[in-house]
């Protein structure tokens, strides 16, 4: 059985795309809610912050 490197390049291709294409969704979505933000289609998320005490 001879090498076939186009087939072995389109597997890794492809391995590649899928990976990085997974590790990319949680991005893609966080960008897709900070345009709706931006649109004003979305409620602004409410941020606290604890205060701490002073040390006298």
Do not use: N, W
Not at 15 to 28: A, D, F
Not at 31 to 50: F, M
């Amino acid at each position: 059985m001879a090498f076939d490197g186009k087939a072995f390049g389109k597997e890794i291709v492809e391995i590649v795309k899928t990976y990085v294409r997974g590790q990319l969704e949680p991005l893609q979505a966080r960008i897709a809610a900070l345009e709706a933000e931006k649109d004003g289609k979305a409620s602004k998320p409410v941020i606290r912050i604890a205060a701490r005490q002073r040390k006298d």
